[in-house]
């Protein structure tokens, strides 16, 4: 394992460099905005009259239509939501530079083949470990969220020193960046999400909740016990892995966490993140999404109604409405 720092960077890799960032939501606004404090020349390339389109202008960058964007543009980063890539790479791929480097900040599109770059293309990735917001304050404060980097395409013999001078401009460096595979990025950050950061971490606290208050429990103690004290946990954690969480926690906690964590996920739940691990190799998760967002997502924004109107949602609003720090510190 090599972690790239700023030490490592070529600052020639892309001097002068036009860089166009296609998209302007959480990644896109954090890249471009870092990207300019940082001294490169920067266009957001978004549909006219949008929501990116105001913003942009309002923090000061250089707006085109994303088909403008990229004409003469050395680095072009796709950063519009996975499922919105395709279409808008058929649109502006005729007009990309001969050897222009083509950026992406997660490898679904060209992992699975939605995909299929020119040729005479540089085709790289540089994929924070962060959403757009803590990319955008942590380089507003002097630091860095680490970044994974991989090559795809490398026509020019130096794309990966052109994706490092990229993840530096965004601060990626300051926090160190990893050598990976589009292949890897993509599976890895996939699994995370479904079986254990999004799909497991909010399902387990579901399930803990729901058991609660079956068994006779107030809603509202069951929410502070199985949701919100979540936050404590995962910030020692974040902080300092399991022996920081181990440090500070109860005895009596530690005892149950010992004897009682390997109860509740399991044999079984290992078995079942593997069958979810495979579906995400096999490409079976990605052509399933696909399919659903084509016909119109009907089932996925049913679910995600169903999701929004659980009693933990009801309970919680309230609740959180009587802790306004909450939202004072995002």
């Known amino acids: ?140 404060q002097g630091r860095g969220v680490p970044c994974l980097i991989a090559v795809a395409q490398d026509v020019t013999r130096k794309a990966h020193a052109k994706a490092l001078a990229y993840a530096d401009g965004i601060g990626g460096t300051r926090g160190g960046v990893l050598d990976t595979t589009f292949a890897e990025e993509t599976e890895t950050d996939l699994f995370g999400e479904q079986a254990v950061l999004c799909g497991g971490a909010t399902e387990l606290v579901v399930k803990g909740f729901e058991t609660l208050v079956e068994a006779g429990y107030q809603p509202e103690v069951a929410y502070y016990e199985c949701l919100h004290e979540l936050k404590l946990i995962v910030d020692l954690l974040h902080e300092g892995g399991l022996a920081r969480m181990h440090k500070y926690i109860s005895d009596t906690a530690r005892y149950g966490d010992l004897t009682r964590g390997p109860r509740v996920v399991n044999k079984a739940t290992k078995k079942e993140m593997r069958k979810i691990l495979e579906e995400i190799q096999t490409g079976k998760f990605a052509r399933q999404w696909i399919r659903e967002s084509e016909s119109g997502g009907k089932k996925y924004k049913r679910m995600l109604k169903t999701d929004m109107n659980h009693q933990i949602e009801r309970v919680g609003t309230k609740l959180r409405a009587r802790m306004p720090w909450l939202q004072e510190s995002r």
Do not use: C
Not at 59 to 71: N, S, W
Not at 120 to 126: A, H, K, P, R
């Open 1 to 140: 394992m090599h972690l790239y720092s700023q030490k490592d960077v070529d600052k020639k890799a892309l001097k002068g460099a036009l860089i166009a960032v296609l998209g302007y939501g959480s990644q896109g606004r954090a890249h471009a905005l870092n990207l300019k404090d940082s001294g490169f020349k920067v266009v957001v390339g978004v549909r006219k009259g949008g929501n990116g389109w105001t913003q942009a202008k309002r923090d000061g960058l250089t707006v085109a239509e994303p088909l403008k964007a990229v004409a003469g543009a050395d680095l072009v980063a796709m950063l519009v939501p996975d499922l919105a890539q395709k279409s808008l790479y058929n649109e502006i791929k005729d007009a990309l530079k001969q050897n222009a480097v083509l950026l992406f900040a997660h490898g679904f599109n060209v992992h699975f083949k939605q995909i299929k770059p020119r040729k005479d293309l540089d085709v790289v990735l540089i994929a924070p470990k962060g959403p757009g917001g803590l990319v955008r304050r942590q380089y507003q």
